[in-house]
């Protein structure tokens, strides 16, 4: 019987991948250059192409907190039984393994709610450049920044999450008591 472990273990790292994968794509390649397309073609991608795009980057983001959620739980359960609070506190803040997974894991959660505002603002200004008011080129202008700057911010924290995540599988040691 396989462990439970390594179970979530497996979902939480291959959602991790392709999540991760989609939004430096998307955040780094396609949101910094939507403002240079010109207002029909930016219509129809937001009629065509987006919607399932950030349906698909939503659902592997759920999934990927969802499980590595689990898999934290699970730890932490496993090391409260054998020692309650006291372990799980020392765990999580006195070994490097804990610390990483824990920063690693709020980093991931900060970075994968950035992604809502990122695609609030692709609603906005799918809805600014539909309209045919001239005026909205300033709000267009400024939307653009913010997706910019959010998009950016959203990639490091994904970065920074995956090196914790991927320093606490593979280089340093488990806690074991």
Not at 33 to 40: A, D, M, N, T
Not at 145 to 157: C, D
Request: proline share 4%; charged share 10%; glycine share 12%.
């Amino acid at each position: 019987m396989v462990p439970i472990s390594i179970i979530l273990n497996e979902i939480h790292g291959f959602f991790a991948l392709i999540y991760f994968g989609s939004v430096m794509v998307f955040g780094i390649a396609v949101v910094p250059r939507i403002g240079k397309l010109s207002e029909g073609t930016v219509g129809e991608m937001a009629r065509i192409f987006f919607p399932p795009i950030l349906s698909f980057v939503e659902a592997t983001g759920m999934v990927t907190v969802v499980f590595g959620a689990g898999e934290f739980l699970h730890y932490l359960l496993g090391y409260y039984r054998l020692g309650g609070m006291k372990e799980v506190y020392g765990i999580i803040f006195g070994t490097t393994w804990g610390l990483s997974i824990l920063v690693g894991g709020i980093l991931g959660l900060i970075g994968f709610f950035i992604g809502f505002f990122i695609a609030h603002y692709l609603e906005r200004i799918f809805k600014l450049f539909r309209s045919l008011d001239p005026s909205t080129e300033v709000e267009i202008e400024m939307i653009q920044k913010r997706l910019n700057f959010l998009s950016i911010i959203g990639a490091v924290l994904l970065c920074i999450t995956v090196i914790l995540m991927i320093l606490a599988v593979s280089v340093l040691p488990l806690p074991l008591t």
